[in-house]
């Protein structure tokens, strides 16, 4: 990146459509993170009188791998610390179909209507699942959505992983510690029911949206960044690459292999009109060490500088999540796809949903013995969700 961004912001100013200010300092601020000359602190041991200097990061969450790493870290420890009650999760992931994805890329209104239907719609599941009432109260579910905005190799694929605590909780009128209610895993119809009904509802809301955003743009964007998520999310150049870096292309018949493979691998999933829903993965309500991955595995980076290699004739591979092949690119399209892949301004990743209201720390209590809840502060979950609580730098803004 050192060696092309240049030349990438030159050529997109050259087009006529500069990139756009969020994009720029990014990667200016990611070529600076973690050098010395740029800025850093002394730290100097009390005991032995050691210094060493630590230069300033970045603290950015779109192309940089090191800052990524710290925050999916330190996410997942607050989350499970300070956050999350002692009650078991579900995963459910929200894949988008493909005329879909660029809208939701390019709007932050549209995929935040794609998220809270979702939410929604889950939501409704387990108060049907759950068949239990809370007179003078509310019925209300808990979920963590983190948003991907990328594939498993540099692919612009917005979707949403949403850590769902796998029953309800039912809260009192009077304020007292709600109880939680665990439900039986869903089924593939079910799944296909929550999607149908977020398709219903989806269908107005885009549609809605996509003539707004038309009329306001006489059609059509020409931006630098709609040409750049374009190539973020074509289909690109695949090809397999040895532990040297020895490259052979790949053919459409590598491709067509790899599917069933993954649909095999899938679990509980389903799928309608382009969505893909998968609910498969589960964490007891004891096990927070399974719970703290599944929360770094949802809050990761985009980049993974393992993952990222530079091949001898100048291109870079990154391997696709199956790991048979390797997508190659350019130095051109592959700072195009990450420019793509950098979240606009005041678009948080991560987002919490919880129907308590109070602000006082209360017990949770389990609806069985096997699910029995842990003290829990109320403002952790709720109060976070705003921006507000829940930590002293706020989740909110993550």
């Not at 719609?121 to 991907?148: D, K, S």
């Not at 439900?183 to 799944?191: E, G, H, K, V, Y």
């Not at 990222?308 to 199956?322: C, I, Y």
């Amino acid at each position: 990146m050192r060696d092309h961004f240049a030349a990438f912001a030159e050529q997109a100013q050259e087009g006529g459509r500069a990139l756009p200010r969020y994009v720029i300092e990014e990667f200016d601020a990611f070529l600076r993170c973690g050098v010395l000359a740029c800025g850093f602190m002394r730290a100097r041991c009390r005991g032995c009188g050691h210094d060493r200097l630590v230069a300033f990061s970045c603290k950015h969450r779109g192309v940089c791998s090191s800052c990524g790493g710290r925050r999916m870290s330190e996410t997942a420890a607050r989350q499970c610390d300070r956050v999350l009650p002692a009650v078991p999760y579900r995963q459910w992931v929200l894949s988008l179909p493909w005329e879909l994805r660029m809208p939701v890329a390019r709007d932050p209104a549209l995929l935040n209507a794609v998220s809270r239907v979702f939410f929604e719609e889950v939501r409704e599941w387990l108060r049907a699942a759950a068949g239990v009432a809370a007179p003078g109260g509310t019925v209300e579910a808990g979920t963590v959505t983190y948003v991907q905005r990328w594939g498993g190799s540099l692919n612009l694929n917005p979707h949403l992983h949403v850590l769902v605590a796998d029953g309800v909780f039912a809260c009192r009128e009077d304020g007292t510690s709600p109880t939680f209610v665990a439900i039986a895993a869903p089924t593939r119809d079910d799944l296909r029911g929550v999607i149908a009904r977020v398709i219903e509802r989806l269908d107005t809301i885009a549609r809605r949206r996509a003539k707004r955003v038309g009329d306001a743009d006489g059609g059509g964007s020409d931006d630098a960044m709609e040409g750049l998520r374009r190539a973020a999310g074509g289909r690109g150049t695949f090809a397999r690459v040895d532990e040297k870096g020895a490259r052979d292309d790949g053919s459409e018949a590598d491709e067509r292999a790899l599917a069933p493979m993954l649909v095999a691998s899938c679990g509980l999933v389903a799928e309608m009109g382009g969505f893909n829903l998968h609910a498969g993965v589960r964490v007891e309500a004891d096990d927070r060490s399974a719970l703290e991955r599944l929360c770094r595995y949802m809050a990761r980076p985009a980049v993974a500088a393992g993952r990222v290699t530079r091949l001898p004739d100048g291109n870079v591979a990154s391997p696709r999540s199956a790991g048979a092949t390797h997508r190659v690119m350019g130095p051109m399209e592959f700072m195009a796809r990450l420019s793509a892949l950098v979240p606009p301004p005041r678009t948080p990743l991560v987002r919490y949903a919880w129907g308590v209201r109070a602000t006082f720390a209360v017990e949770v209590r389990g609806g069985s013995a096997a699910d029995r809840g842990s003290a829990v502060s109320r403002r952790g979950f709720a109060g976070a969700r705003e921006g507000t609580g829940g930590s002293s730098r706020g989740e909110g803004s993550l």
